[in-house]
């Protein structure tokens, strides 16, 4: 049985549309790719394709100079050659596909309003206020330390556990190498890298979005417009287009590539870089043909780490934006505002900005 829409209030992320629509399209013109004036491969004029293989080997200086750019101008980027074998990417797409067509009263057991919990599925809800429906269903939960947090997880449907923690360990190990090399692309020094990466932590989420009546189309999204309060979102999709994002004023769809994960910069990311980089604005989209499913990765700091940007990264030309604060700060801050983007960071700038 598929997932049915229930109906709660639990939506920090809400925007307004905004932008105008795109026409939704399953087909994947691979051919369909355009450089920019950087000579980063562009896909479908969207976002560059990074990779990261390049890492090891005598590209790594390159291709850490194509992450900077990335992230500066485009807020996020594809990435191949991340590590994770072909064979775990659909086995985990694969048991999302299960757990989500469990009957509905076994999903449920895992549903719970608080915020705070270490797993909850999370349900659609209908917006009043703005006559939509947003219409996701989501497991959430904590995955790092692996062994602090896999007894918390569903033994249905069979090997959930095995699978799952397989690959969040795997999309963790890409993280921690993403983040090394955007982090010595600014320019910080190895004791600031060091800081952020200690005792960060992981959270991940299983999405699905079912499909939608056609009438109901125009009144209903996947997810509103929000950015991201994470450092890095590493984000698995399945073949179905439904992704966003705002370029230009406008909702672009982005493609997704078989075997390639898209990467989002996040609000704390932003924070950290002193603005150089930008939190990545997206939408979902839902349709009236498929479901659609994708899994995310949500890296971010402990609690107590400081968060404005590090020393290295104020001169002359890059004056001090964001005062210090702590991970726990800003976000307490940010579900007290309950802001959709990346003036969430706001609260946090000096003065004189």
Known sequence: MAPTKAVVADDHLALPAGGKNTPLTNTIP?????TDIYGLEIWEGTLPIIDLGGLHGPRRSDTIKQLGHACQHYGGFMLKNHGISERLLNDIMSKAREFFHLPEEERMKLYSPDLTSL????????????????????LKFHCHPIENYVNLWPTNPPSYREVVSEYCVAAKRAEITLLEAVFEGLGMERKSIDQILDNHGQYAS???????????????????????????????????????????????????????????????????????????????????????????????????????????????????????????????????????DATRLDAFKVSAA
């Open 30 to 34: 691979i051919s369909n790719v355009q």
């Open 119 to 138: 797993i909850r599925l999370a349900t659609g809800f209908k917006d009043d206020n703005q006559n939509v429906f947003v219409s996701r269903e989501s």
């Open 206 to 340: 299983l999405n699905y979005y079912p499909t939608c009546e056609k009438s109901n189309l125009g009144l209903t999204f996947g997810l509103r417009g929000h950015t991201d309060p994470t450092i890095l979102t590493m984000l698995l999709p399945d073949e179905v287009p439904g992704l966003e994002i705002l370029q230009n004023g406008d909702w672009v769809p982005v493609k997704p590539i078989p075997n390639t994960l898209i990467v989002h910069v996040g609000d704390v990311l932003q924070g950290l870089s002193n603005c150089r980089y930008k939190s990545l604005l997206h939408r979902v989209i839902v349709n009236s043909e498929k479901e659609r499913l994708s899994i995310a990765s949500y890296c971010y700091p402990s609690n107590d780490t400081q968060m404005g940007p590090p020393k290295e990264l104020i001169d002359d030309d890059h004056p001090l934006i964001y005062k210090d604060y702590t991970y726990e700060e800003f976000y307490t801050t940010m579900w007290k505002q309950r802001l959709p």
